[in-house]
């Protein structure tokens, strides 16, 4: 696997899920990482962990959605570690109010915003000077299918993510040629432990979930962590720009194809 020696990085919403994978990934590939999230303890927890295996991490506590806080974590990393190479922008709030168009509560349309959307803009914009002046850096974005699709609830959480999508591509163009490079994660279902737990997804959730698999298991946040660590590093440097969907396949078949499996059952032996 690609070495992260010497890197320094930031991830956001890393005190759980995917985040806590991603930034314990980047510190057993070498890198000093800062553990960033709203729920302070449970970054100092995974912060703690990390170090207590020998790697270097720090944590901070910092609302994503506030442009004072976001400043203050990258200048707390500068201070810390002397620079920033990469900033994984993965911090999610979501809102069991967040429905249809028409019955979706605004202030969780806010909140989506703020958080999902406007959070990584203001990540982007803290670090991006740092970054230009050394003319390198990695930004990697977590956006979901759900920016990609229609569904039939969630609107707001699936409009931050398109949103993130158009971010990922416009940072890239607008400073790929000065060293720095933009990509976004689009996971499908990761089975987080917030995610496996019974209330979050029932059995019939998951059967429906597993006709649109095309790969024969759910993700895990470990599959997530895996990919962002091969986005970061040097081996990467020729992916700008893109969404990248670790889904286990599932946006790359036509939208019948559950519904053929279920009728016909697996057909691929005729
Ligand atoms: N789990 C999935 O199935 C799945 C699928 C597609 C996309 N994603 C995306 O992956 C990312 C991580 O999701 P997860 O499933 O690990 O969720 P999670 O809830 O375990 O992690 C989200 C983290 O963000 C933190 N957070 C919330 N608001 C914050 C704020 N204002 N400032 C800083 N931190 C804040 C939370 O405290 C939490 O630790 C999210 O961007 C999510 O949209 C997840």
Known sequence: MPSLNGRVAIVTGSASGIGQAVVRTLADRGASVVVADINGPGAERVAAGIVADGGAARAWTVDVAQPDQIRAMVDGALSDFGRVDIL??????????????????LGAWDLAMSVNLRGYLLGCRA???????????????TSSNSGLSGDLTRTAYGVSKA???????YVATQYGRRGIRCNAVSPGLVMTPAMEAAEAL??????IYQLSHLTPRFAYPADIAGYVAFLVSDEAEMINGQILCIDGGMLAHTPSYAQFLVAYGDRGDA
Do not use: Y
Not at 127 to 141: A, F, Q, Y
């Open 127 to 141: 670090v991006l000077p740092h970054m230009l002046e050394r003319g390198s850096g990695v930004i990697v974005n």
């Open 88 to 105: 994984h922008n993965n911090a999610m709030a979501g809102s069991p109010l967040d429905l249809d168009v028409v019955n979706l509560d």
């Open 202 to 207: 029932s059995a019939q959730d998951r059967e």
């Open 163 to 169: 949103g993130v999508n158009a971010l990922t591509m």
